[in-house]
């Protein structure tokens, strides 16, 4: 995409392999590229504090993200999904709603496929459904989807982003440039900038008419609810794919039951509060794996939820700290890593208890990401059935 629109230089500050037609520099921080360049396009990942990215704005050079850049070449009608929990659940069920419905529809953004690979592919009149993270939207400037929806704002990146203040204004990037013409569906209780015409949630909605479980989960099926009927879809459409949408890989999966015992997969549940919407989502007895790498904040907030449990096997990093901010909630066990945990809350198990991963936790000690990490929970419980 970059190619198309003139000379592309690439640096990465460890090794990558190149990319045909883009001058590759590797090993390098990228600073002293910048006296040839006019746009920094960076990655999420990569912070406005790096040293390429800090010498470009003292230089007053535009610096952007993916999303920006996709977004100002995209052309589609266009909403933005954000929030701490929920976001891929809910452009999920967007994006059937729209199928369910007739209309054309790319769902994209921060988990799945990238919104830039849109650029040039798309019928015009699809809806582009975008999941968009705090680390995208902090480098938006003209960034002004039709629709943003705001699902909830909660404790998590502070590893990133500092301080909560800071999470939570790049979340609300999201609506800063919205006009009078475009929509808000933002969630009780919060604030936001820009001059959207604003809804709630859809209050119509009760958990008779989903297959998916879990107060959270009614949030977010309300969420998705107010933001296509507020973009013209018609409701037959909403309402069957709310009915028929089962949910998505590694939020409140079940992968299988072994001798009455319940297996869920929930390692999308990276934060606290995520953790707590699993941890009680389930009436039975619960065994919780909880654990992983460090994100800051720490787990007092999950001892409610965690008290509702039978026991919880601890992994990875944060294991001396959740056992510090949970002790005396529910019986510990440290486990160290996921095939320990899963087989000491097997044996530990019996009919109508639920087996659960909901970390808490980032996967980065041992997977690449809570994907890598869902799936050797899924081929665990494979092996024990």
Not at 16 to 30: I, L, N
Not at 48 to 67: F, I, S
Not at 208 to 219: A, F, I, Q, T, V
Not at 235 to 245: H, I, M, N, Q, Y
């Amino acid at each position: 995409m970059l190619r198309e629109h003139g000379e592309t230089i690439g640096c990465d500050s460890g090794f990558s392999e190149p990319v045909e037609g883009v001058e590759t520099h590797a090993a390098t921080d990228g600073t002293e590229l910048l006296h040839r360049v006019a746009t920094v396009v960076k990655s999420p990942g990569v912070a406005r504090e790096a040293p390429v990215v800090a010498g470009a704005l003292e230089r007053g050079l535009e610096v952007h993200g993916e999303l920006e850049l996709a977004w100002r070449l995209l052309n589609n009608p266009f909403i933005a999904v954000t929030g701490t929990n929920g976001k891929t659940t809910t452009v999920s069920l967007l994006g059937a709603m729209y199928e369910t419905a007739g209309e054309p529809v790319a769902v994209a953004g921060n988990v799945g496929t990238p919104l830039a690979s849109l650029v040039g592919e798309l019928d015009p009149a699809a809806t582009v459904v975008c999941e968009t993270s705090s680390f995208q939207l902090e480098d938006t400037s003209a960034f002004a989807p039709e629709c943003a929806v705001l699902l909830n704002i909660e404790p998590d990146h502070l590893d990133r982003h500092a301080t909560l203040e800071r999470y939570r204004a790049a979340k609300l990037r999201a609506f800063a440039n919205q006009g009078p013409d475009d929509l808000a569906v933002v969630a009780p209780g919060i604030g936001v900038p820009g001059r959207a015409r604003r809804t709630g949630f859809t209050d119509d909605i009760g958990p008779e008419d989903l297959r998916l479980r879990g107060e959270h989960n009614l949030e977010n099926a309300r969420a998705a609810a107010a933001a296509a009927l507020g973009m013209g879809v018609d409701p037959a459409g909403v309402r069957t794919a709310l009915r028929e949408f089962a949910g998505v890989p590694h939020r409140l999966e079940e992968v299988g039951s072994v001798e009455g015992v319940l297996y869920v997969n929930d390692s999308k549940a990276t934060n606290v509060a995520s953790a707590v919407r699993g941890l009680t989502a389930f009436p039975g007895g619960v065994h919780a794996i909880l654990g992983g790498s460090l994100k800051g904040g720490g787990f007092r907030g999950l001892r409610e939820a965690a008290a509702r449990c039978r026991a919880l096997y601890l992994i990875g990093q944060a294991e001396d700290e959740l056992a510090a901010d949970l002790e005396g909630a529910a019986p510990l066990h440290h486990c160290g890593d996921l095939a320990t945990a899963v087989d000491a809350a097997a044996r530990a198990a019996g009919p109508g208890d639920v087996v659960l991963l909901s970390p808490a936790c980032a996967s980065y000690d041992h997977y690449t990401d809570y994907e890598e990490r869902g799936a050797h929970f899924r081929r665990l419980v494979a092996e024990r059935g």
